[in-house]
């Protein structure tokens, strides 16, 4: 009999500082091979795999003896050898909008925040892939913080299952099935850089696109990277979502000063990385991210500029209104010039929507979260809050 090679990775576990390992996170090959090393026979496995998998990502499950379709061996040495673990809520804010803010505590203590955008038939969830960031971009307040570590496939995937329980999404076994999707869309435009976490960002959201699972569309997911040239291709290759690009430039120098990667990979490296990505088409565009700051990049020939930049990309443009958070050096473009600076992108030929901003007043709009418990070592008034 052939036997599957056991390599060190799929070995590598999402274990906690004690106790059993997360199943949540696994691929469903990570899964299948963790169940062959505790006993389950070869030819069971993938079925077994198939079983806990919809259990725990179609149904909600978080306790494997509720997995009524698996004998109770099974169930005993799953409770024994594993845990269903989704990340601790520390608080959960809701704005006047009705957007959610979820401030959720992971492995180490360390803690991150993921935001659900209600709108009208559709809900899109923000999720965080780094604690804190490297990219220090002058605008953001996440890029203010200072990178902690990577999440892990868990951690993202564990954002998705917590926002699902507290939306009361998950099917009632033997109700009619609800095609309503209060989470219909995800957007990786959290914390943190998504490229320079790549393996386990890729597992994530292999796990959140799998059909038999949490079963969203790859069309309906986003990532969003700020120009880590290098993995933009085989991100097109390994991950298949929807690609968003944070432009916020159309010239050197001033990317380099809102963007430093760009000083690494500049704006021309970057677009060229664009137009060589997987499925790039008409109806798959690249969406590029500008946040709109007042006199530093929203002016009529800078929207002339980005115009010329995206000739021969499929694209279009977001318009970001920018969001101030305590301290922050730019302002907010005036109305007038955003919707000066849209018609321009518009009569090229681009879609250039204004982005509407969403939980300002919990300060989960774009770019303007940050941990609390960074704000608390900053800022002592925050630590009772």
Request: net charge positive.
């Amino acid at each position: 009999m052939t036997r599957t090679a056991i390599t060190p990775d799929l070995l590598a576990l999402p274990r906690k500082a004690e106790g059993p390992p997360n199943i949540v996170g696994l691929t469903r090959e990570a899964m299948r091979i963790a169940f062959i090393e505790r006993g389950v026979p070869e030819k069971q496995a993938r079925m077994r795999v198939g079983q806990v998998w919809a259990w725990i990502y179609h149904w909600g499950i978080t306790d494997f003896m509720d997995m009524t379709n698996v004998s109770k061996d099974l169930r005993t040495m799953l409770s024994r050898e594993f845990v269903i673990e989704r990340p601790e809520v520390v608080t959960r804010q809701v704005s006047a909008d009705g957007t959610r803010k979820y401030l959720l505590r992971i492995a180490g203590g360390h803690e991150v925040e993921t935001v659900y955008i209600p709108e009208e038939n559709r809900g899109t969830l923000c999720i965080s892939s780094q604690v804190g960031c490297t990219l220090t971009c002058s605008f953001c307040h996440t890029g203010t913080q200072a990178m902690v570590r990577n999440l892990t496939a868990a951690e993202i995937v564990g954002q998705i299952l917590v926002a699902r329980d507290d939306l009361g999404e998950w099917p009632v076994r033997g109700a009619p099935k609800d095609e309503t999707r209060l989470l219909s869309n995800i957007v990786l435009m959290g914390m943190g850089e998504p490229l320079y976490n790549f393996d386990n960002v890729r597992d994530a959201m292999k796990i959140a696109t799998d059909p038999e699972g949490i079963s969203l569309s790859r069309r309906r997911v986003t990532l969003s990277t700020s120009g880590v040239v290098p993995l933009i291709e085989r991100a097109g290759r390994e991950i298949g979502t929807l690609l968003a690009i944070s432009l916020h430039a159309t010239t050197d120098p001033v990317r380099d000063r809102l963007v430093p990667i760009n000083k690494k990979w500049n704006i021309e490296a970057l677009l060229e990385a664009c137009r060589g990505y997987a499925g790039l088409s008409n109806s798959e565009r690249i969406t590029f991210e500008y946040v709109m700051l007042k006199g530093v990049n929203d002016s009529d020939a800078a929207a002339k500029r980005l115009v010329k930049l995206l000739d021969g990309i499929p694209a279009k443009v977001n318009l970001i209104p920018f969001n101030p958070w305590p301290g922050s050096p730019y302002e907010r473009s005036d109305w007038s010039r955003i919707e000066a600076f849209a018609g321009i992108v518009m009569r090229a030929g681009y879609a250039s929507p204004i982005r509407t901003p969403r939980g300002e007043d919990i300060m989960a709009a774009c770019g303007q979260l940050k941990s609390e418990t960074e704000r608390a070592r900053k800022n002592p008034r925050f630590a009772n809050a």
